[in-house]
């Protein structure tokens, strides 16, 4: 998808740049050190048993935002590649002066480059890159390897939420979840016509496409 150039971007960028995470391979298996140290607490220790949550494209980082404000005792991480799609969240954390929320601005290939073996509490995955031709199915972010993958960086009972508007995307991550054979705790074709509680947290593709009438797909799976 090809973005329109944003208006003084470097300058916005280097304003919140406290909001991002620099080389964020060095924090692999240390990421509550690394909250603690940025909110400069005295007793590090009790960031030891607060969950860690990520999003893996996190676009504007509306949805994220909502998130880390309203669970104040857990830590955010959001990766989007895009500065000039980042930027939105980026601002909105530091309006907002959001103290348990930052973010990676990196293409992620491998996921396990970042995080350790069981150091995830929870995988958000919102209006993901369809990638519909079959030549580009590895890019997906619910194929199977790679659903293999968060389940390595997850604590045991962690999990993976999925929202998408792409019929076939959300079909071809059902077949992966059964062929897997993964728990699949959750699942809608129409979240905002459920009674599950994800729905009271919207990216703003959701807010767009819900608006017009479309059904939002949404899978839940523990692991």
Not at 83 to 94: K, P, Q, T, Y
Not at 133 to 159: A, N
Request: aromatic share 12%; with cysteine.
């Amino acid at each position: 998808m090809r973005h329109r150039k944003v208006k003084n971007l470097d300058q916005r960028v280097e304003k919140t740049r406290h909001y991002i995470v620099e080389n964020p391979k060095e924090y692999k298996g240390k990421w509550r050190e690394f909250f603690a140290g940025e909110v400069a607490v005295d007793d590090a220790t009790s960031f030891d048993s607060k969950p860690l949550y990520i999003e893996i494209g996190c676009g504007k980082g509306k949805f994220l935002c909502a998130r880390a404000r309203a669970n104040e005792n857990a830590l955010f991480l959001g990766v989007e590649g895009l500065d000039a799609v980042l930027i939105r969240g980026l601002e909105r954390a530091d309006e907002e002066q959001i103290a348990n929320i930052r973010f990676l601005l990196e293409y992620v290939a491998d996921i396990r480059d970042y995080f350790e073996d069981g150091e995830v509490d929870g995988i958000y995955l919102n209006f993901s890159d369809p990638w519909p031709k079959p030549r580009h199915e590895k890019r997906r972010f619910t194929y199977g390897d790679t659903l293999l993958k968060y389940r390595q960086i997850l604590k045991p009972g962690g999990f993976v939420e999925f929202k998408t508007d792409n019929e076939e995307l959300f079909q071809y991550s059902l077949d992966e979840v059964a062929r897997l054979e993964l728990n699949m705790e959750e699942m809608t074709r129409n979240l905002h016509a459920s009674s599950l509680t994800s729905k009271e947290f919207t990216t703003e593709y959701e807010e767009k496409f819900h608006g017009k009438g479309k059904n939002i797909n949404y899978l839940r799976i523990r692991f």
